[in-house]
């Protein structure tokens, strides 16, 4: 199986737990199956009078690594029960305008978080699956991954370093790499 996932993280944080989890993800895949971690840095605010004047190049970049990719995996962290204005920002941006943004449709998509509080990611996850819903993606139902207080999890250079949560992330991967499989059967 030659399976080609992306990850998008969303935070912009340096030593962000998010992308730091995506990372990890990237090296536990299934044989066969990669994943390449992308940040929403570079995209600027959505203003429709800048969409007017042409899509931004780091907008149609991550579009077209989205659109080339088998499935997506979406790291989010969770600020103010919700997603961080920045992944929104990042996603109302790939959905722009109309046209291009149908590519959403039908992509196997599943989400992971990690946060420092003890609830982990659970608020930002349902508000994302809002707007995966709109975008008629093949969301996995089949998990998610919550990471609760990530600052206990990852060492000073953002390295996993508890060992269940890596067997956790690396079922996780497998599973989702087992829909993606099924779905492009389909």
Known sequence: ???????????????SFNTALLRTAATLCPEGVTLTVHTLHGIPLYDGDLEAQGVPAAVTTLREAIKAADGLVIG?????????????????????PPAEGRFFAGKPVAMM?????GFGTIQSQDALLSVMRAFAVDFWMGGRLMVSRAQNLFDAD??????????????????????????KRV
């Open 1 to 15: 199986m030659t399976m080609n996932l992306i990850a998008l993280s969303g935070s912009l944080r340096a030593a």
């Open 76 to 96: 989010t962290p969770e600020y103010n029960n919700a997603i961080p204005g920045v992944l929104k920002n990042g996603l109302d941006w790939l959905s722009r």
């Open 113 to 117: 978080g990690a946060s420092q509080g």
């Open 158 to 183: 953002g390295q996993l370093s508890d060992e269940a949560l890596r067997e956790q992330l690396r079922g996780f991967m497998k599973g989702f790499a087992a829909h993606v499989q099924k779905s």
